[in-house]
C-alpha cells in the first residue's frame, strides 16, 4: 500500500531563507508525487509533480524537489522564502490500481518578516 | 482552459438541516470527480467520487451522498445534517488516466 508520510507539522523560516519541507513515501512501485499548496480559506493548487521522468522537479513560484529513491523521499525546498508562501503544503502520493490521491497530513509553514 | 467551481463559498445551516452543496467543471468532458471534506487542521479525506454520470462510489460510511445528474456536475448532500459535518468541503477533477487532480476554491459549512 502507498502511503506519504510530513515529517514535520509546522515549519517556521525568515523571508529570504531557504525553505525545506520534508516528506517520506512508501510504495511498491514507481509512485507519482505530487506537492500541493493550500493558503487559507483556498482550495489546493498544484506545485509540482514528479512521474518517473526527472528526479529533479521544478515547480512553480520557485518550488522545486528531489525525488530519492534510495532515500523514499521527495522534499521540498526553495532557496528564499517569500511572505507570500506562508501556506500549509501536503504531499501526495497516487494511490495504486486507481486514480485516487493519498495525502499526507500537511506541513503548515510559517514565514516571519 | 478548464475551470471548476463551487457554491456556495460559505455555508451556515442548523443541526437537522438539508445540504445541497454543488460543483461544475468547464472545459473537459468526462472528467472524474471528488468530494473531499477538510476538518480544521487535519488533512483531506476523501468521501466521494465519480466516474461517469450517476456512477458514485463512496469511500467512507456517513451521513452524506452524492449524485452526479450531468457529465461536469457533482453534487454533494444531506438530509439532517450533524455537528460533526462541519468542515471545508472541496471538489475536484481529474483525467481518466491522470493522477494529478484540480481543486475547486472549496465550500466552509459550519453546522450549528
Known amino acids: 500500500a502507498q502511503s506519504v508520510t510530513q515529517l514535520d507539522s509546522h515549519v517556521s523560516v525568515s523571508e529570504g531563507t531557504p525553505v525545506l519541507l520534508r516528506c517520506n513515501y512508501s510504495s511498491s512501485y514507481s509512485p507519482s508525487l505530487f506537492w500541493y499548496v493550500q493558503h487559507p480559506n483556498k482550495g489546493l493548487q498544484l506545485l509540482l509533480k514528479?512521474?518517473?521522468?526527472?528526479?529533479l522537479v521544478k515547480g512553480i513560484n520557485g518550488f522545486e524537489a528531489e525525488f530519492k529513491k534510495s532515500e523514499t523521499s521527495f522534499h521540498l525546498t526553495k532557496p528564499s522564502a517569500h511572505m507570500s508562501d506562508a501556506a500549509e503544503y501536503f504531499c501526495v502520493v497516487g494511490r495504486a490500481s486507481s486514480y485516487k490521491l493519498i495525502f499526507g497530513s500537511g506541513t503548515r509553514l510559517l514565514v516571519r518578516p | 482552459s478548464q475551470t471548476i467551481h463551487q457554491w456556495p463559498a460559505t455555508l451556515v445551516q442548523p443541526v437537522g438541516s438539508p445540504l445541497s452543496l454543488e460543483c461544475t467543471v468547464e472545459g473537459t468532458s468526462n472528467p472524474n470527480l471528488y468530494w473531499y471534506r477538510q476538518a480544521a487542521g487535519r488533512g483531506l479525506q476523501l468521501l466521494f467520487y465519480s466516474v461517469g454520470i450517476g456512477q458514485i462510489s463512496s469511500e467512507v460510511p456517513q451521513n452524506l451522498s452524492a449524485s452526479r445528474p450531468q457529465d461536469r456536475q457533482f453534487i454533494l448532500s444531506s438530509k439532517k445534517l450533524l455537528l460533526s459535518d462541519s468542515g471545508f468541503y472541496l471538489c475536484a477533477w481529474n483525467r481518466g488516466q491522470d493522477y494529478e487532480q484540480y481543486f475547486g476554491p472549496g465550500t466552509r459549512l459550519t453546522v450549528t
Open positions: 514528479y512521474t518517473s521522468a526527472a528526479t
